[in-house]
């Protein structure tokens, strides 16, 4: 099988990788980078636990034909916490907004590609931005609950 | 079999190797093929991809905007010359899905994918292909498009498009079908209705005889009526875990009816 290189930035590093024909960017995550953050759930697009960042914006990873990612920005939970918990992810744990965990890290990262682009949500805004996202455990208030927590707990902006 | 992905700098190059090898696969905005690549689909063996600037191009002049066919569901909905569109786009999929599935992949999406689809050819749009050729969306989604479809022409509505994506799922999920609607006016009275349901089949059709109840009348009660009645007319919908046929057909006029109803 043909083995293509290209180079990424992973969380702020740069990467250089060789990526198969055909290969998701969530298997070259998982499997050579070895960052187990963005989740296997359904590799369907249906379910948005392997969400991750290209350039800011979110993307299903097991969508995502790997070569493609050549020369782009990919950001992962793992990017998240730099050293404690980001703001997100502490509201995250204060709201008891994961229960099995497994879709909490694609949640996650459509929570914070939501807060960038609008750092006052409403809730509606919040519903909208995790549609993309299926949690099969909390019935979804206690995830809105902390990205309307971690919205409302930011330092407001003086503009 | 080891699948081979090919890249070409250009859409023309891209269409060249496409020529050369019918039964590979063009890459859009992958929501459709990565799907069959991860299920092993064993139909797929070279797959053909272009990152050409020109595909992701939009432009709006005389009345019509352009799509480039790499022009996210994101950035229709979100560009200002395709407002008329972006309640479609903004009802397709998550934020994710719409980052990266693309306005002339949905022209080529299994049922009930196609709400975009169904939306272009409402307005009468036309594909123009990587050879220059320009031919309806109507015969792209019916037929396919032997070739590749390097850009969509979209003719901007003066009567405004009605759209609605009828779902069970909240805030929004897979479509049990959707309409589209374009009912242009002449004097009062509804002159070259086009109405196109998704779902109702394979692909995205004309809903002809609900047009032809619309067609020389004013956008009255009596006419939607007529319309509902009919809607699912000439329609084999299918059962499939969304929803049943049975179901489907006897909502298709309910909504249609609600849909005109709205826009009188």
Not at chain 2, 198 to 221: F, H, K, Q, T, W
Request: aromatic share 4%.
């Amino acid at each position: 099988m043909a083995r293509k290189p290209i180079e990424i930035t992973h969380n702020g590093e740069e990467k250089a990788i060789f990526v198969a024909d055909g290969q998701n960017l969530l298997d070259v995550l998982r499997r050579t980078v070895g960052d187990l953050t963005p989740k296997y759930g359904c590799a369907q697009g249906t379910c948005g636990a392997c969400t991750v960042l290209i350039d800011g914006t979110p993307h299903l990873s097991c969508l995502t034909l790997a070569e493609t990612a050549n020369g782009r920005a990919i950001e992962t939970v793992a990017g998240l916490a730099g050293g404690e918990l980001s703001p997100l992810q502490d509201a995250f744990m204060r709201n008891f907004s994961a229960q099995c965990g497994y879709c909490t890290g694609g949640m996650l990262m459509s929570a914070e590609a939501l807060l960038r682009a609008n750092p006052r949500p409403t809730r509606e805004d919040v519903v909208e931005a995790i549609s993309g996202n299926l949690c099969r455990c909390t019935g979804y208030e206690a995830i809105i609950d902390a990205v309307m927590d971690a919205a409302q707990s930011a330092p407001r902006r003086m503009g | 079999m080891p699948i081979a992905v090919d890249a070409f700098p250009t859409v023309g190059e891209a269409a060249a190797a496409l020529l050369s090898t019918p039964q590979a696969r063009f890459f859009g905005g992958g929501t459709i093929l990565m799907r069959a690549l991860n299920e092993a689909d064993p139909s797929i063996e070279r797959i053909i991809r272009t990152a050409d600037p020109a595909l992701r191009e939009m432009r709006s002049a005389g009345g019509s905007v352009t799509l480039g066919a790499h022009v996210t569901m994101a950035a229709v909905a979100h560009h200002r010359d395709t407002a008329f569109l972006a309640p479609v786009a903004r009802v397709i999929g998550g934020p994710q899905v719409r980052s990266a599935a693309t306005v002339a992949g949905n022209l080529f999406a299994a049922a009930p994918y196609g709400d975009f689809a169904a939306a272009l050819m409402a307005l009468g749009a036309s594909a123009e292909l990587a050879d220059g050729r320009r031919i309806p969306v109507d015969d792209v989604i019916r037929n396919g498009a032997r070739g590749i479809v390097a850009s969509v022409i979209v003719p901007i509505p003066r009567d405004g498009l009605l759209f609605k994506k009828v779902s069970r799922v909240r805030p929004k999920g897979v479509s049990v079908l959707s309409i589209a609607a374009h009912l242009p006016r002449q004097s009062g009275r509804v002159n070259g209705a086009r109405i196109v349901l998704n779902g109702m089949g394979p692909r995205p059709a004309r809903a002809s005889a609900a047009e032809a109840a619309l067609n020389g009348r004013p956008l009255e009660s009596s006419a939607i009526e007529r319309a509902a009645q009919v809607a699912a007319e000439g329609f084999a919908p299918q059962d499939d875990p969304i929803a049943t046929a049975w179901y489907r057909r006897e909502v298709a006029g309910v909504h249609l009816r609600r849909l005109l109803e709205g826009a009188r």
